[in-house]
C-alpha cells in the first residue's frame, strides 16, 4: 500500500520540478516569437492606436479575416493583443486536445492489438468499438482484412473534414 503511494508522490514531484526548472531555449524562442508577433502587430496598426480594425486586419490574410468576429471578444470592431492572445489561447486549448485523442487511441490501438503485430484485425476489433467495427470495410483502405494506425487516422481526418465542411455550409 504504501510503496505504490510513495511511487506516485515522487512521479507527480519530479514533474513539478521539471515543469519548474523551464528550458531556457524554449524561454529564448518565446521571446523571440512575441518580439515577432509585436513587430507584426505595429506593422498592421497604421494609425497606432494599439488597436487593428478590420481595414488593418488585411494584412494578416484571409484565414485572419474569417475568424476576426469570433476574436473580436467584446464586438467592438477591432482587435487589441489581449483578444489577439486569448484568441491564440483558445487556438492552443483546441491542438492539446487533439494531441491528448491521438494519445489515447494510440493506447486504445496497442490495447486491442492481441498479436501484436501493430494493426486491428476483426477478430481484434470485436464490439469494443461500435463504429470502427460498422466501417471496418471503409476504414481497411488497403483491404488487408486489419485497421493500420495510419488507416485510422486518415479517417478520423477524413470524418473531421466532413464534419468542418458541414458546420461551414
Keep these: 500500500m504504501f ?8 512521479v507527480l514531484a519530479s514533474g ?16 523571440e516569437w512575441q518580439a515577432k508577433a509585436d513587430a507584426r502587430f505595429a ?10 480594425d478590420k481595414v488593418e486586419a488585411q494584412a494578416f490574410g484571409e484565414r485572419f479575416n474569417k475568424h476576426f468576429d469570433r476574436m473580436d471578444a467584446n464586438k467592438d470592431g477591432e482587435l487589441d493583443k489581449q483578444e489577439l ?10 491542438h492539446h486536445r487533439m494531441h491528448s485523442y491521438l494519445a ?16 486491428i484485425s476483426r477478430a481484434e476489433l470485436g464490439d469494443k468499438m461500435p463504429k470502427w467495427s460498422e466501417n471496418f470495410a471503409t476504414i481497411d483502405t488497403d483491404a488487408d482484412g486489419k485497421l493500420s494506425r495510419e488507416e485510422l487516422r486518415a479517417s478520423a481526418r477524413q470524418a473531421h473534414e466532413a464534419r468542418k465542411a458541414q458546420r461551414e455550409a
Design 16 to 31: 513539478v520540478a521539471l515543469a519548474q526548472s523551464g528550458d531556457p531555449d524554449r524561454e529564448a524562442r518565446r521571446a
Design 104 to 119: 489515447f487511441q494510440r493506447g486504445l490501438i496497442k490495447g486491442m492489438d492481441d498479436d501484436g503485430d501493430g494493426a
Design 43 to 52: 506593422e498592421a496598426d497604421k494609425d497606432a492606436d494599439g488597436r487593428i
Design 3 to 10: 510503496k505504490p503511494l510513495f511511487c506516485t508522490a515522487l
Design 85 to 94: 492572445a486569448q484568441a491564440r489561447h483558445h487556438g492552443r486549448k483546441g
